[in-house]
C-alpha cells in the first residue's frame, strides 16, 4: 500500500515536470518520498531540510497539491515567517492545480476563493475551512482548523536573531498542536539560522 502511495505522487510529480518541460531530479523524488512518509507514518511529525536552491518548496507545493488530488476534502495551511512568503506557496499550489493535467475538475468555475492568500477547489459540501490558506507566524490563527500544516521558513533572522523572539516563535508553534487535527500532519521546512536553532530537539543534545 505504501509503495502504490508513493508512486501515485511520484507519477503526479512526474507529470507535473513534463508540463514544464522539465525532468525530475533525482533529489526532488527523494523528498517527496520523505513527505509522504511523514503524511502517512504516525506520529506525522517532520522536518525537511536541504541545501539552498535545492528545490524543497518547489516539491512541498507539488506534494500538497497532490494530496488535495488524492483527498479534496484536506484542509491546509502554510505558515511563514512573513505572510508574503507563505503567499508565494499558496500561488505556487494555485498555479499547480490550474494547470496539472490531473487538477482540471478541482478548480471552481466560481473562483470566488481563489486568491493569492487562500484557495478553495471543489470538494465535499460542509467544509468551512478554505482547502489551502496561509499565515505569517505571528498573524491571526484563532479559530483556525487544518489537516496539514507546513511550516515554511518560520525561522529567519528577524524571528530569531535574539532569545527573545526564538521564545515568542517556540510558544507561537505550541499553538498549532490546537489547530491541527488528531490525524493530521506538520511538516517543518527550513533552513538553521542561530545556534540555538527551534529545529533542534532534545535527541540532538545526547
Request: charged share 25%; net charge neutral.
Amino acid at each position: 500500500m505504501k509503495h502504490a502511495m508513493i508512486t501515485a505522487f511520484y507519477d503526479f510529480l512526474d507529470e507535473w515536470n513534463t508540463v514544464l518541460g522539465l525532468n525530475t531530479p533525482a533529489h526532488h523524488r527523494r523528498i517527496m518520498e520523505f513527505l509522504v512518509s511523514i503524511w502517512e507514518t504516525p506520529p506525522r511529525r517532520g522536518l525537511l531540510m536541504a541545501f539552498r536552491h535545492s528545490g524543497k518548496s518547489t516539491v512541498v507545493g507539488i506534494f500538497a497539491a497532490c494530496v488535495l488530488y488524492m483527498r479534496p476534502e484536506t484542509r491546509i495551511l502554510i505558515l511563514s515567517a512573513e505572510t508574503s512568503l507563505a503567499t508565494r506557496m499558496v500561488s505556487h499550489i494555485r498555479h499547480i492545480l490550474e494547470n496539472h493535467p490531473r487538477c482540471e475538475n478541482l478548480v471552481p468555475a466560481n473562483k470566488k476563493e481563489w486568491a493569492s492568500g487562500r484557495i478553495t477547489i471543489n470538494r465535499p459540501i460542509g467544509i468551512r475551512e478554505p482547502s489551502v490558506v496561509c499565515q505569517g507566524i505571528h498573524g491571526n490563527i484563532t479559530g483556525m482548523r487544518a489537516d496539514l500544516i507546513i511550516c515554511d521558513d518560520i525561522e529567519v533572522p528577524n524571528t530569531s536573531n535574539t532569545a527573545q523572539k526564538r521564545a515568542a516563535l517556540r510558544e507561537r508553534l505550541r499553538e498549532l498542536d490546537f489547530i491541527l487535527s488528531p490525524t493530521g500532519t506538520m511538516i517543518y521546512i527550513g533552513t538553521p539560522h542561530t545556534m540555538d536553532t527551534i529545529y533542534r530537539t532534545r535527541d540532538d543534545d545526547d
